[in-house]
């Protein structure tokens, strides 16, 4: 079965950085085919968009609480979409995942239609 894998969390520090990365399971599945989204969910909160790359045209989205902070980029050779996050906050804490988005409009934020969610990787900012 198909689904995506995340790396990269850990615990960092107010202020410092993580990249995050997502594959794919399957060697076989094309990331470039597909609108990428990363969210994330913190104990006792809803899982929320974080940001999202677009198929069609690279467009990126991200949450507010998170602009100028992350960045979201494909590389396609590795078949790998990365959330690099710097000036990193207590509250961005929580379990961080990638799925994909079959649609040829902007990505959105909202989980809804999003498939192959992995197993998340921890981010843990300390305050």
């Known amino acids: 079965q198909m689904q995506f894998v995340e790396s990269g969390g850990g615990l960092v520090r107010p202020g410092g950085s993580l990249r995050l990365s997502c594959t794919a399971s399957?060697?076989?599945?094309?990331?470039?085919?597909?609108?990428i989204g990363w969210f994330r969910q913190a104990p006792g909160n809803e899982r929320e968009g974080v940001s999202c790359?677009?198929?069609?045209?690279?467009?990126?989205n991200y949450a507010d609480s998170v602009k100028g902070r992350f960045t979201i980029s494909r590389d396609g050779a590795k078949n790998t979409v990365y959330l690099h996050m710097d000036n990193l906050k207590p509250e961005d804490t929580g379990v961080y995942y990638c799925?994909?988005?079959?649609?040829?409009?902007?990505?959105?934020?909202?989980?809804?239609?999003?498939?192959?969610w992995g197993q998340g990787t921890q981010v843990t900012v300390p305050s």
């Open positions: 790359i677009s198929r069609k045209d690279g467009t990126t």
């Open positions: 399957a060697s076989v599945f094309d990331l470039d085919l597909y609108s």
């Open positions: 799925a994909a988005l079959n649609s040829a409009s902007t990505c959105r934020l909202r989980t809804y239609g999003y498939m192959y």
